[in-house]
């Protein structure tokens, strides 16, 4: 542990260039759409050679580029993970601050990206350059893999590497946001599914003056929807390896919404759930529409299923016409994989938190990459979740840099 306290040591002498690294990627606009990630990932680029890696840049469609480095040799182990794309800054009026600014005030580096992700992807950045010193004590090669495209569902970014680029690895950290609030650090290691799906009403037009002759669409869609006015529908068990995911999950959600239980939250975690996100119908206010349409959002939770989630449509949406429009499976790392032990060791240790291992209602990218590369996925990375896609987005510099510590530890103990 003595040349790990060195490595924290070196990590910390770095905190000037990671406070660089995050700001001038913060200043890289990179909002998607459009997606140009082009600035964002010179700037890593240069900065991996820098530090003396070589560097594959894989640009699919112009402007769309991602960035994949390694540190090592050997077979591949741990991959580090991030995107450097972000969500527009929305209506500029409603910062307090230049979202592009990136600047550093009172202990916090701000901008569009601080949280979502690019104070993630400087901790990855810093955590590889201070792991240079201790190659020789790496036996694996450490992947390190900065996408675009992340925030519109990864067409040019994670999915079109991973089919036709072949990364490779043991383990994956996404260094998303899983700090909290109340709560501190967390390890994302399972998360929900959903199934998307329109619901289609027909009914008969007719002049508006003498609507009895029609049949009004509409209201045969106000009928039905009223009976999914209830967002929490069944709850469901979790297989035995998740329980402890699905219990830590709902704890962290309660501890955030405390003043919301009321509500039930942590019902988002174990149960399905249902929003209705769009309704669409009729042409005119004298005319009898023929036709509505609605699209809902079943959540699917860890043991549940698509034939299940189908079934629950089919009983509660008798009427109307099914089109099933998108699907993710939940998906999980059982919480005593290696790279969670480790993962949580090493936080537990640089920040002196609980960091449990959770379950999230929402649904990431990790589920893609358990699926298609079969190995452990986590999130595990600085800012709090709450405050992704937020204005006045910022994160705490302690918190960035005690990231990276710990993606530099747990590389050096994962590969060794
Ligand atoms: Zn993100």
């Known amino acids: 542990m003595r040349n790990l306290a060195r490595l924290s040591d070196e990590v910390e002498s770095l905190k000037g260039e990671l406070l660089n690294i995050a700001s001038r990627l913060i200043k890289a606009n990179s909002e998607n759409p459009p997606g140009d990630t082009s600035k964002a990932a010179s700037i890593a680029e240069n900065y991996l050679k820098a530090t003396g890696l070589s560097v594959r840049r894989i640009e699919p469609v112009e402007g769309h580029i991602n960035v994949i480095s390694s540190i090592g040799s050997g077979d591949y182990g741990l991959i ?64 390190i893999a900065l996408f675009c495209d992340e925030e519109t569902g990864g067409q040019y970014g994670a999915r079109w590497v991973v089919e036709n680029q072949s990364i490779k690895g043991k383990a994956m950290i996404i ?81 955030e919404y405390k003043d919301k239980r009321n509500l039930k939250p942590h019902y988002s975690i174990d149960h399905y759930t249902l929003n209705t996100g769009v309704i669409k119908g009729g042409v005119k206010a004298n005319i009898v529409p023929d036709s509505c349409e609605a699209e809902l959002d079943l959540r699917i939770p860890i043991g549940g299923s698509r034939a299940e989630a189908e079934k629950i449509i089919k009983s509660l ?60 996925v986590v999130s595990y990375g600085p800012g709090y979740e709450e405050a992704c896609h937020t204005y006045d ?24």
Request: with cysteine.
């Open 393 to 416: 987005e910022s994160v705490d510099i302690v918190d960035i840099l005690g990231c990276a510590k710990v993606y530099a530890h747990t590389s050096i103990i994962t590969s060794s």
């Open 175 to 255: 260094g998303e946001a899983s700090n909290h609030y109340r709560f501190g650090h967390t390890i994302v290691a399972g998360e929900k599914g959903f199934l998307w799906l329109k619901l289609r009403f027909d009914g008969i037009p007719y002049h508006g003056s003498r609507p009895m002759l029609g049949d009004n669409a509409i209201m045969h869609a106000v009928k039905a929807l009223s009976k999914l006015k209830n967002p929490i529908l069944s709850k469901v068990k979790a297989p035995y390896e998740a329980i402890n995911l699905v219990r830590w999950g709902k704890k962290v959600i309660m501890e």
């Open 317 to 376: 949406a008798e009427e109307g016409k099914i089109e099933y429009i998108n699907y993710a499976p939940p998906s999980f790392t059982p919480p005593g994989s290696d790279l969670i032990k480790i993962l949580r060791r090493v936080s537990q240790s640089i920040f002196k938190e609980k960091t449990p291992a959770v379950c999230i209602a929402a649904t990431t990218d990790a589920h893609y990459f358990r699926s298609a590369l079969n190995i452990p």
């Open 80 to 143: 580090l993970c991030g995107h450097i794309d972000t969500v527009p800054i929305g209506d500029v009026n409603r910062w307090s601050f230049d979202p592009f600014s990136g600047q550093v005030v009172g202990g916090r580096v701000v901008g569009r990206g601080a949280v979502d992700m690019k104070g993630g992807v400087a901790s990855i950045l810093t955590a590889v350059r201070a792991l240079v010193k201790y190659e020789k004590r790496l036996n694996e090669r450490i992947t």
